[in-house]
């Protein structure tokens, strides 16, 4: 209960609360006010981005996440995908490494393809493709991810693998000039060692029989120790806003500088982005331009030094007395790793240069006309160099290595669509259709020299090695070309009837240049969903659990194209010389048969699932159960020859499934104009199953194929895949004891 003193009859009251929608009451004639405010279902409101254009959450018909700013992951966070890791039910992202240099590994409702083009989830940031390191996670406003194929299928191939939708903070509105810092710093260690034996416990071994008293080298070195280290990684970021509601801008620069758990290994990255936005003709035309740069230095770490660092007789010295390095170099891949680390070098620059350009027009109400144009040019050069004093001088003999790596790729987006929106009554229309162009080009050149007559020059004087031009090399130069384009046509409808029945329906049509030379290289990639926003029937009105239950249907188809170029079609390439006429000419061989059947990968997904919110929004969530079909999976078959001119043949048989359950539970338990507290809990599970490999066609030997290598000393494959079982099975010895 309250009571108030009001002198002014006319007076208003106002009512209010954090989480609720606030009630304005005007007291005159009334002695007694009593008042309950309605909860305030912000999340409903907010805006999701979708394939080319945005939807309320509340009028989402697929299965797609948004985590905002706000919720991100905080600290040490190296890529945008540490932001949400844990956020995304369904959504696996790992690190698997400490190496600085590393990016986050992500799959999205399990495995779909054995040798197509990726298996990553396509990533645009804001709206042009990149990757996960493309930004700096500082520079991030949003991240939407669609999971289902009726909310990637408008993307066709690229979003086979689903769809995640990067939003950078953008210039927008009417801003005084502000400068913003933020920056923090932190520290690394190896959180879980192997338990190996220490030097006390080897010579123990010894004392106890189970080792040769002649290996006792008289030391006590901890190998791990002497690799690695504590390092310190800091990240700056500084963003200066301005402008006014015509022309406004943003800037952000990010300095990340990260060094790595292991000697010699890290990670500097000095990155600028510039975001400019420009309204003219009373808000009729608008323009955006960002432009992105960004500069790399760094130098991973070889895991086989790891690998010698475990391996590695504790009773051995680093150095030997002399202060040159200890080795055994009569042992069989047995390295010195400390040797190996500071006997070598090597330097990786990369530079990522982005232009894109958004211009909408909006001739009459309702109708919207867009362009994307993006240019986007990333290099990378580095060498890596060892000295006279490595192993590989004194087991090999090399007399000092050398080795040099090139790449350029230049990656060109044009993309235009119309959007039309349309009210009538209780009916809500909308309208898209759009044409898009991508053209990717990717170069590449290798040098290796040794045999050098210094140490000095690094990697930066390869021609000064005597092994090319004694021909010790078989391939000292190597360079490789390759270019794609892909083109779409797509067209989306929505529709809204008094904000309870929903549909969404899309069709991609497009032709990957992979597909060349094949009889039809275009694919149709249809989609469709539907929603029923339960809580808004006349009927459940009156019921006080729920604020919002939405059912969602969907169903979708993507494809795959091939991962190489030109797999439709016989090639010949170049092998042994032949002496021919006083001359020594080179021959050709067939090096792949034709197959002019060959086509895309289909995914073929089904998603069921239901949104929900109670007490308020403070507990909110989702559950999504999906099944995954992916039709004429790409393998390589063994064909009689003759008559086919190769030995094997690429086809589209195989048979794959996922299916698996996803919920999601957002709970804020505390909520106050100073203070909010949410926590997030996921739940995902996924089934994959190969169901098959063979057609009338093609068929197998066996049931299943091996893959993968486990490397010294087993040397052997690690992984069966098979038919009715699922794809990364670990298969290897039974260990009975050491």
Request: charge should be neutral.
């Given at each position: 209960?309250?009571?108030?003193?009001?002198?002014?009859?006319?007076?208003?009251?106002?009512?209010?609360?954090?989480?609720?929608?606030?009630?304005?009451?005007?007291?005159?004639?009334?002695?007694?006010?009593?008042?309950?405010?309605?909860?305030?279902?912000?999340?409903?409101?907010?805006?999701?981005?979708?394939?080319?254009?945005?939807?309320?959450?509340?009028?989402?018909?697929?299965?797609?996440?948004?985590?905002?700013?706000?919720?991100?992951?905080?600290?040490?966070?190296?890529?945008?995908?540490?932001?949400?890791?844990?956020?995304?039910?369904?959504?696996?992202?790992?690190?698997?490494?400490?190496?600085?240099?590393?990016?986050?590994?992500?799959?999205?409702?399990?495995?779909?393809?054995?040798?197509?083009?990726?298996?990553?989830?396509?990533?645009?940031?804001?709206g042009v493709p990149g990757d996960m390191k493309t930004v700096a996670p500082q520079d991030i406003e949003s991240i939407d991810v669609l999971k289902d194929g009726s909310a990637a299928a408008i993307y066709g191939t690229r979003g086979t693998n689903g769809v995640i939708l990067i939003t950078t903070?953008?210039?927008?509105?009417?801003?005084?000039?502000?400068?913003?810092?933020?920056?923090?710093?932190?520290?690394?260690?190896?959180?879980?060692?192997?338990?190996?034996?220490?030097?006390?416990?080897?010579?123990?071994?010894?004392?106890?029989?189970?080792?040769?008293?002649?290996?006792?080298?008289?030391?006590?070195?901890?190998?791990?120790?002497?690799?690695?280290?504590?390092?310190?990684?800091?990240?700056?970021?500084?963003?200066?806003?301005?402008?006014?509601?015509?022309?406004?801008?943003?800037?952000?620069?990010?300095?990340?500088?990260?060094?790595?758990?292991?000697?010699?290994?890290?990670?500097?990255?000095?990155?600028?982005?510039?975001?400019?936005?420009?309204?003219?003709?009373?808000?009729?035309?608008?323009?955006?331009?960002?432009?992105?740069?960004?500069?790399?230095?760094?130098?991973?770490?070889?895991?086989?030094?790891?690998?010698?660092?475990?391996?590695?007789?504790?009773?051995?010295?680093?150095?030997?007395?002399?202060?040159?390095?200890f080795q055994e170099i009569n042992k069989f891949e047995y390295e010195n790793p400390v040797s190996n680390l500071m006997e070598s070098s090597g330097e990786t620059k990369q530079h990522l240069s982005r232009f894109n350009s958004t211009i909408s027009y909006t001739p009459i109400e309702g109708l919207?006309?867009?362009?994307?144009?993006?240019?986007?040019?990333?290099?990378?050069?580095?060498?890596?160099?060892?000295?006279?004093?490595?192993?590989?001088?004194?087991?090999?003999?090399?007399?000092?290595?050398?080795?040099?790596?090139?790449?350029?790729?230049?990656?060109?987006?044009?993309?235009?669509?119309?959007?039309?929106?349309?009210?009538?009554?209780?009916?809500?229309?909308?309208?898209?259709?759009?044409?898009?162009?991508?053209?990717?080009?990717?170069?590449?050149?290798?040098?290796?020299?040794?045999?050098?007559?210094?140490?000095?020059?690094?990697?930066?004087?390869?021609?000064?090695?005597?092994?090319?031009?004694?021909?010790?090399?078989?391939?000292?130069?190597?360079?490789?070309?390759?270019?794609?384009?892909?083109?779409?046509?797509?067209?989306?409808?929505?529709?809204?009837?008094?904000?309870?029945?929903?549909?969404?329906?899309?069709?991609?049509?497009?032709?990957?240049?992979?597909?060349?030379?094949?009889?039809?290289?275009?694919?149709?990639?249809?989609?469709?969903?539907?929603?029923?926003?339960?809580?808004?029937?006349?009927?459940?009105?009156?019921?006080?659990?729920?604020?919002?239950?939405?059912?969602?249907?969907?169903?979708?188809?993507?494809?795959?194209?091939?991962?190489?170029?030109?797999?439709?079609?016989?090639?010949?390439?170049?092998?042994?010389?032949?002496?021919?006429?006083?001359?020594?000419?080179?021959?050709?061989?067939?090096?792949?048969?034709?197959?002019?059947?060959?086509?895309?990968?289909?995914?073929?997904?089904?998603?069921?699932?239901?949104?929900?919110?109670?007490?308020?929004?403070?507990?909110?969530?989702?559950?999504?159960?999906?099944?995954?079909?992916?039709?004429?999976?790409?393998?390589?078959?063994?064909?009689?020859?003759?008559?086919?001119?190769?030995?094997?043949?690429?086809?589209?048989?195989?048979?794959?499934?996922?299916?698996?359950?996803?919920?999601?539970?957002?709970?804020?338990?505390?909520?106050?104009?100073?203070?909010?507290?949410?926590?997030?809990?996921?739940?995902?599970?996924?089934?994959?199953?190969?169901?098959?490999?063979?057609?009338?066609?093609?068929?197998?030997?066996?049931?299943?194929?091996?893959?993968?290598?486990?490397?010294?000393?087993?040397?052997?494959?690690?992984?069966?895949?098979?038919?009715?079982?699922?794809?990364?099975?670990?298969?290897?010895?039974?260990?009975?004891?050491?």
């Open positions: 209960s309250y009571s108030l003193e009001i002198t002014d009859p006319n007076a208003v009251l106002a009512f209010s609360f954090v989480g609720y929608n606030a009630e304005n009451v005007i007291v005159t004639g009334k002695s007694v006010i009593n008042i309950a405010l309605v909860a305030e279902l912000k999340e409903l409101e907010e805006v999701v981005v979708i394939g080319y254009g945005t939807q309320k959450k509340a009028d989402v018909t697929s299965s797609v996440a948004t985590v905002k700013s706000e919720n991100f992951i905080r600290g040490n966070v190296t890529d945008a995908g540490k932001l949400i890791q844990g956020k995304v039910a369904g959504l696996s992202i790992a690190t698997p490494s400490g190496d600085p240099t590393g990016s986050s590994q992500i799959v999205l409702r399990g495995n779909t393809t054995l040798l197509g083009s990726s298996m990553n989830p396509l990533i645009l940031i804001d903070r953008r210039a927008g509105g009417d801003y005084k000039s502000t400068v913003e810092y933020s920056g923090y710093a932190s520290i690394q260690s190896i959180a879980r060692k192997l338990n190996i034996s220490t030097a006390a416990d080897f010579r123990q071994q010894i004392a106890d029989g189970f080792r040769d008293e002649n290996s006792d080298n008289g030391a006590s070195t901890d190998w791990l120790s002497e690799i690695s280290r504590q390092p310190i990684n800091h990240v700056h970021n500084l963003t200066f806003r301005g402008g006014n509601a015509t022309t406004n801008y943003l800037v952000n620069v990010n300095y990340n500088s990260a060094d790595g758990v292991f000697l010699k290994s890290y990670n500097e990255v000095f990155s600028g982005r510039a975001d400019v936005n420009q309204s003219m003709f009373n808000n009729k035309v608008k323009i955006n331009l960002n432009i992105l740069n960004s500069t790399t230095k760094l130098n991973g770490f070889n895991g086989y030094n790891y690998r010698q660092c475990i391996i590695q007789n504790p009773t051995s010295p680093v150095k030997n007395e002399d202060g040159s390095w919207k006309l867009s362009s994307v144009l993006s240019y986007t040019k990333w290099n990378q050069g580095g060498g890596y160099a060892e000295t006279k004093q490595h192993i590989s001088t004194l087991r090999d003999g090399r007399n000092g290595y050398v080795s040099t790596d090139t790449r350029e790729s230049l990656d060109k987006l044009a993309e235009i669509t119309a959007e039309y929106f349309k009210a009538i009554g209780k009916h809500q229309f909308k309208v898209l259709a759009g044409y898009s162009y991508q053209e990717r080009s990717f170069e590449r050149l290798t040098m290796e020299n040794w045999d050098f007559p210094t140490d000095m020059f690094d990697w930066h004087n390869i021609a000064l090695g005597e092994a090319a031009k004694d021909g010790k090399i078989t391939t000292p130069q190597y360079s490789y070309y390759e270019e794609t384009n892909l083109v779409g046509f797509f067209g989306r409808l929505t529709y809204n009837y008094n904000d309870r029945y929903l549909l969404m329906a899309s069709i991609r049509r497009e032709e990957a240049s992979q597909l060349w030379g094949t009889k039809d290289p275009w694919g149709t990639f249809p989609a469709i969903s539907l929603g029923w926003r339960l809580t808004n029937e006349s009927f459940m009105k009156n019921q006080k659990i729920f604020d919002e239950i939405k059912f969602r249907a969907g169903y979708g188809v993507t494809g795959t194209q091939p991962s190489d170029l030109f797999k439709g079609v016989g090639l010949v390439g170049y092998d042994q010389y032949v002496y021919s006429n006083g001359k020594w000419i080179r021959t050709l061989i067939p090096t792949q048969n034709s197959n002019p059947d060959l086509r895309w990968e289909e995914k073929h997904e089904m998603d069921f699932g239901v949104d929900f919110a109670v007490l308020g929004g403070k507990i909110s969530g989702s559950v999504d159960y999906y099944v995954r079909k992916i039709d004429g999976l790409l393998f390589d078959y063994a064909v009689p020859s003759p008559p086919n001119l190769y030995s094997t043949t690429r086809a589209n048989v195989g048979k794959m499934e996922n299916k698996g359950l996803e919920v999601l539970v957002n709970i804020v338990p505390v909520e106050k104009a100073d203070f909010e507290w949410m926590s997030t809990v996921t739940y995902s599970t996924n089934k994959n199953k190969l169901i098959s490999l063979e057609n009338d066609i093609y068929k197998q030997s066996s049931d299943y194929f091996t893959t993968g290598y486990s490397g010294p000393p087993v040397q052997s494959f690690t992984h069966i895949v098979k038919v009715g079982e699922p794809i990364g099975n670990f298969y290897g010895f039974k260990v009975v004891d050491i």
